[in-house]
């Protein structure tokens, strides 16, 4: 069982609405998540973070946390063609502070 | 703002030769990961350093080495290359105290030939 698991899609949403995004972590002790959007080919680029159970909105982002689910979320809000790639999820474990852990990645396509 | 500086953009080896990475942190960040990725695969961690030791290890071959220079820029030396070793190598940086958020160099695409 990988650390961090996520759906691999691809994830098909129409431009305008919602897309949610889903990821689990195994290890209990993780402290903090993050979203990073990949377009093919191009590096990481980190959209969200959170740290603390409940909800944390940035502009058409917002994560959700619930660490006793061991559970993390990101919702797209008003889905645009260019919110389409690859979308990780990535906890640090606090038992190794520099060591930052990636699911595999929910490919995301908005149909226009 | 600045960002993570990796070089060479793009290398071709032959299989048993040497690379060398190299990636200079965003200024102040004192935490650097390199992290390999290979096609349609999500990054794998590789190594950490933290003020210019090694803080983690992850799954990176005896091969590979790599070190924290005292101006924070880091190498990544890979030796007797093999075609499987051909990937994306990311480096990416952490300020202190930032709660680990890290931000990404470009990356350096590895084709071993």
């Known amino acids: 069982q990988k650390e961090v698991e996520q759906n691999s899609g691809p994830l098909s949403v129409p431009e305008g609405a919602i897309a949610s995004l889903n990821c689990t972590y195994s290890?209990?002790?993780?402290?903090?998540f993050f979203w990073y959007r990949q377009y093919s080919g191009k590096s990481p680029e980190l959209i969200m973070s959170i740290y603390s159970n409940g909800d944390k909105e940035d502009g058409r982002f917002t994560a959700q946390l619930n660490k006793a689910s061991q559970y993390v979320s990101l919702l797209i809000r008003d889905s645009q063609p260019s919110d389409s790639a690859t979308y990780l999820c990535a906890v640090n474990r606090y038992s190794s502070a520099s060591k930052i852990i990636f699911g595999s990645g929910t490919r995301l396509s908005i149909r226009p | 703002a600045a960002g993570v500086i990796q070089s060479p953009r793009h290398l071709i080896k032959e299989k048993r030769e040497t690379a060398t990475l190299k990636c200079y942190p965003i200024?102040?960040?004192?935490?650097v990961y390199w992290y390999q990725q290979g096609p349609g695969q999500d990054p794998q961690f590789l190594i950490s350093f933290y003020e210019k030791m090694q803080s983690d290890k992850g799954s990176i071959p005896d091969r590979f080495s790599a070190q924290q220079f005292s101006d924070y820029h880091s190498e990544l030396n890979m030796s007797s290359l093999e075609l499987g070793d051909s990937a994306l190598y990311f480096c990416?940086?952490?300020?202190?105290?930032?709660?680990?958020?890290?931000?990404f160099g470009q990356g350096t695409r590895l084709t071993v030939v």
């Open positions: 200024p102040r960040h004192d935490t």
């Open positions: 290890d209990r002790v993780s402290q903090s």
């Open positions: 990416a940086s952490s300020s202190p105290g930032g709660l680990l958020k890290a931000f």
